[in-house]
């Protein structure tokens, strides 16, 4: 059982019939904040990311570049090891499902829900997406010019029928509405909560598990002519890399899953019901983002609209990039990414608001204290106006960002940082140098106190460039966490300071 201090976060594994794109950015930013802030706070963190490569969808994608799966799966896989590198996650683990340690995970977990007469033969018929690996009911397709495609989703469906084995999802209905209204948080945000509430009230049907049209799979246990559903698969990621079949899971179960909105089912329904039928602990909580359009177009290949997060990156900077996708829109909610947005950001709230806040404050301690922290002195109501919301500010981050509220969390941020910018306006600390330097120096080791909070509750979302600005301030890289807010001895040297931030021109 997992540990009050540890906290474990999931993103999602992905599919390796594509290359990444902004959706599979987003998610991981946002994970990889939550792992970086639960450090920050004292945690031990176990930080999963991967790639998810069997399935009939894998298989043709290979087929179609004349390439076996496995080293289709190997070479495309590596893509989604370099989008983490290039956005600097700070994962513990990247899995792949053509892991030995996951097959085991998973022929195991077969064998724990066979023996409980949770998994019976049967045959299955019905519309099949091949692209969401999903079947569909004939409510949930539509036809158009004779095609009919799933209206979920937009994935053309083909009748299909073949033997499989079944979960039986159908008994647990009753049991994950009991369960999701003991455990209201484990589904979020509110709005996608209901959308499951709703779905599992309407029945729930029992749910295929095996597949024999296709090969590329892990073969069933005691009948290889069958190969395991790519989501039974898939979903058995989380506790493989957890340990699973080992009795000691310490990080089991998971805090939070981070997914988007289109897998959520998969997550808040599929998911809990096999693993009350396999008696093991179910995770704590499901989180579904919303899906991002391109200057209010749907993104899609056909549309040539396709955001590369690495171009952007090559382009405005990491960190820019992480601030604005978890600034711009409420997370959960779907968002419109917009070039001018961006560049928006990046020049008021970053390169003015804390760039300048930041270049003004260092600038004045190198000319008037010749480079050394002002010594500390006891607040005034003046001071009081700075520091009590300074000081209120890392628990007002931490709650929102247990809610995953990052749009939240990082206005609570930028209120103290123009706090900070009209503080410094109004106590003119360039003008007390002839008239009260003792003030001035009070005010200044203040701005650094102010710059100090500021720099380490943003680490999570831009490391870099706060870790840049820890060094200015003289801290050392030992003393980056919430617990280690002590004050730094009056006189130490600072460094000369350089700016943050790069504007660039606005378009238009």
């Known amino acids: ?23 599979h950015a987003y998610t991981n930013i946002a994970s ?15 930080f999963l990311t991967g790639t998810d490569e069997h399935g009939q969808k894998v298989e043709k994608a290979a087929e179609a570049v004349g390439e076996a799966p496995q080293p289709f799966t190997d070479r495309v896989s590596t893509t989604f090891r370099d989008l983490a590198s290039a956005i600097g996650l700070s994962n513990t683990d990247f899995i792949r499902t053509t892991e030995e340690r996951h097959k ?16 019976y033969l049967g045959a299955y018929e019905g519309w099949y997406a091949v692209r969401d690996e999903a079947f569909y009911g004939p409510d949930e397709i539509v036809e158009r010019d ?31 509405l009991a369960f999701y209204e003991a455990n209201p948080d484990f589904i979020a945000p509110v709005s996608r909560r209901n959308e499951v509430l709703s779905f599992v009230k309407a029945g729930l049907q029992d749910l295929s598990v ?34 699973y079949p080992s009795e000691d899971m310490p990080f089991w179960p998971a805090d939070l899953h981070m997914v988007g909105k289109d897998i959520l089912r998969f997550h808040a329904i599929i998911w809990p019901a096999v693993l009350m039928a396999a008696e093991l602990p179910t995770p704590k909580r499901v989180f579904a983002h919303g899906w991002w359009t391109n200057e209010g177009q749907k993104i899609s290949k056909s549309l040539g609209n396709v955001i590369d997060p690495l171009a952007l990156i090559e382009e405005f900077g990491l960190d820019p990039v992480r601030y604005f996708l978890l ?49 500390l002195a006891p607040p005034t109501e003046e001071d009081r106006q700075l520091l009590e919301p300074l000081g209120a500010l890392p628990d007002a981050v931490g709650e929102a960002l247990d809610r995953q509220a990052f749009h939240e969390a990082l206005e609570r941020v930028w209120a103290v940082v123009r706090l900070g910018n009209g ?6 600390p360039w003008a007390l140098k002839k008239t009260d330097p003792v003030r001035m120096g009070t005010v200044l080791r203040n701005l650094h106190t102010a710059l100090r909070v500021l720099a380490t509750v943003l680490l999570p979302f831009m490391p870099g460039t706060m870790n840049a600005l820890l060094d200015q301030l003289g801290v050392g890289e030992g003393e980056r ?12 040297k600072l460094p000369p300071p350089t700016p943050l931030f790069r504007k660039v021109e606005a378009e238009g």
């Open 146 to 176: 004779g095609q009919k495609y799933a209206i979920a989703s937009g994935a053309p469906v083909e009748w299909m029928r073949e033997p499989s084995y079944f979960f039986r999802l159908g008994d647990w209905g009753e049991r994950l």
């Open 210 to 243: 095996s597949r024999t049209s296709f090969r590329w799979g892990i073969p069933v246990p005691g009948d290889p002519d069958h190969v395991m559903y790519v989501w039974l698969d898939a979903l058995t990621n989380y506790i493989t890399a957890a340990g």
């Open 481 to 492: 966490t919430l617990a280690t807010l002590k004050a730094l001895p009056d006189g130490t």
């Open 327 to 375: 600034r711009e829109v409420p997370f959960g909610n779907d968002g419109d990414f917009s070039r001018r947005a961006l560049i928006s950001r990046l020049n008021s709230e970053l390169a003015n608001d804390l760039g300048n806040l930041a270049q003004r404050s260092l600038s004045l301690i190198q000319r008037n204290c010749d480079g050394a922290l002002p010594p």
């Open 1 to 23: 059982m997992s540990d009050a201090r540890r906290y474990y976060i999931t993103t999602p594994i992905y599919y390796v019939n594509d290359k990444p794109h902004i959706g």
């Open 32 to 46: 990889d904040v939550m792992a970086r802030w639960k450090r920050l706070t004292g945690h031990e963190v176990m």
């Open 423 to 428: 503080w410094i306006d109004a106590q003119k």
């Open 104 to 119: 085991r995970a998973c022929t195991v977990l077969w064998e724990r829900l066979a023996a409980r007469d949770q998994i």
